[in-house]
């Protein structure tokens, strides 16, 4: 699958620059993610999931959720700027000097630049350009998937012209050796520094950590997060790259589109997701936001927004223990590293 995520979901134009350079003179310095984007207001719409003529009044909603799916996203300024940048090796050299002086948000944009273009980071350009001819040439290569393979290709294909060598400098002490691990100190650099992506990517991925120091990071994340938070709630609340889906997804997902994500017909999550998979189809003129809202039965779709409703109304109160979160005992493999 050639999904982005958040680290995988969710593109600075002109020359590399040197690696020195980039040190001793960093660029202006790019916006700062914002601590949060408030909801907008909730409409004004009781649900009631018995039969008017025939019909479940449920279905009253479908207006709305088309009108939110295909609403302007209302993303974070580096987010945004990561997203547009078509040399991703620019883009993380231009954040270089701010990630150094400590800022989680810079840190975290250099790790998910890295993380993508992980299968650049020990190629040269040439052996980089053959690899995409042969996938280019794989016979059941959906036009999703090749139209990905080709982008991916152009927003990565600097980390193979050299000259980069200032991100793992910047690592100091920390420097691994292996390009290929630089992004995972990034990541942990940005964890430390708080920022909230990050701390929620952390508590929802598998590893030795235990289910109240996961929960101690997802409320630390709620906090002060926004838009990628919740939709790293939603991608995680069920298998939703393979296809499936919840009612606390699809709650998260709501959320997650009425506090800005991007959740219309052009989102690149939405595009690995629904429709860069073998068999599947996005449906023309469907938002990301319609594809999951469409797929759920009737009481799903009443379930998950009233469920959404009380995640607003529990993240504004601070009610953390009214969140339907992910099951993060289940993420806790500590058997595995310990043997047993």
Same mark, same amino acid.
């Given at each position: 699958m050639r999904a982005e995520t958040l680290a995988g979901a969710l593109g600075v134009t002109g020359l590399l620059v040197a690696a020195l350079i980039a040190l001793r003179a960093p660029p202006p310095q790019p916006p700062r993610a914002e601590a949060r984007v408030a909801f907008p207001p909730a409409p004004a719409r009781r649900l009631d999931v018995a039969s008017r003529g025939g019909l479940p009044a449920v279905m009253a909603l479908d207006r709305e959720i088309a009108r939110l799916g295909r609403a302007t996203p209302r993303l974070e300024p580096l987010r945004r700027a990561f997203l547009d940048a078509p040399n991703l090796t620019q883009f993380a050299m231009d954040r270089l000097s701010q990630a150094v002086a400590g800022d989680g948000a810079s840190q975290y944009f250099i790790y998910l630049a890295l993380d993508q273009c992980r299968a650049y980071l020990r190629? *040269?350009?040439?052996?980089? /350009? &053959?690899? &995409?001819?042969?996938?280019?040439?794989?016979? *059941?290569?959906?036009?999703? =998937?090749?139209?990905?393979?080709?982008?991916?290709?152009? /927003?990565?294909?600097?980390? !193979?012209?050299? !000259?980069? *060598? $200032? @991100?793992? @400098?910047? #690592?100091?002490?920390? *420097?691994?050796?292996?390009?290929?691990?630089?992004?995972?100190?990034?990541? =942990?650099?940005?964890?430390?520094? !708080?920022?909230?992506?990050? #701390? $929620?990517? &952390?508590? &929802?991925?598998?590893?030795? @950590?235990?289910?109240?120091?996961?929960e101690a990071m997802l409320r630390e994340a709620l906090a002060g997060g926004g838009p990628d938070v919740y939709w790293l709630l939603f991608a995680h609340s069920s298998d939703v790259p393979s296809g499936e889906s919840s009612v606390p997804a699809l709650a998260w997902l709501i959320v997650a589109c009425r506090a800005g994500q991007d959740c219309t017909e052009q989102a690149r999550w939405y595009r690995g997701f629904a429709c860069g998979q073998p068999g599947r189809e996005c449906p023309t003129g469907r938002s990301g936001l319609e594809y999951y809202w469409s797929a759920a039965s009737m009481r799903e779709r009443g379930e998950a927004w009233t469920q959404a409703a009380r995640i607003e109304a529990a993240l504004m109160e601070g009610k953390w223990e009214d969140l339907p979160l992910p099951d993060l005992e289940a993420l806790d493999n500590r058997r595995l590293w310990e043997g047993s």
């Amino acid at each position: 699958m050639r999904a982005e995520t958040l680290a995988g979901a969710l593109g600075v134009t002109g020359l590399l620059v040197a690696a020195l350079i980039a040190l001793r003179a960093p660029p202006p310095q790019p916006p700062r993610a914002e601590a949060r984007v408030a909801f907008p207001p909730a409409p004004a719409r009781r649900l009631d999931v018995a039969s008017r003529g025939g019909l479940p009044a449920v279905m009253a909603l479908d207006r709305e959720i088309a009108r939110l799916g295909r609403a302007t996203p209302r993303l974070e300024p580096l987010r945004r700027a990561f997203l547009d940048a078509p040399n991703l090796t620019q883009f993380a050299m231009d954040r270089l000097s701010q990630a150094v002086a400590g800022d989680g948000a810079s840190q975290y944009f250099i790790y998910l630049a890295l993380d993508q273009c992980r299968a650049y980071l020990r190629r *040269d350009l040439e052996s980089a /350009r &053959l690899n &995409l001819e042969n996938m280019l040439n794989v016979p *059941d290569l959906a036009g999703e =998937e090749r139209a990905a393979w080709r982008a991916e290709y152009e /927003r990565c294909r600097g980390f !193979g012209l050299g !000259g980069w *060598d $200032a @991100i793992g @400098i910047a #690592l100091g002490k920390d *420097d691994p050796g292996a390009e290929a691990e630089y992004g995972s100190l990034w990541f =942990e650099r940005a964890t430390q520094a !708080g920022y909230p992506s990050a #701390l $929620a990517e &952390l508590a &929802l991925r598998p590893s030795p @950590i235990s289910a109240p120091e996961r929960e101690a990071m997802l409320r630390e994340a709620l906090a002060g997060g926004g838009p990628d938070v919740y939709w790293l709630l939603f991608a995680h609340s069920s298998d939703v790259p393979s296809g499936e889906s919840s009612v606390p997804a699809l709650a998260w997902l709501i959320v997650a589109c009425r506090a800005g994500q991007d959740c219309t017909e052009q989102a690149r999550w939405y595009r690995g997701f629904a429709c860069g998979q073998p068999g599947r189809e996005c449906p023309t003129g469907r938002s990301g936001l319609e594809y999951y809202w469409s797929a759920a039965s009737m009481r799903e779709r009443g379930e998950a927004w009233t469920q959404a409703a009380r995640i607003e109304a529990a993240l504004m109160e601070g009610k953390w223990e009214d969140l339907p979160l992910p099951d993060l005992e289940a993420l806790d493999n500590r058997r595995l590293w310990e043997g047993s």
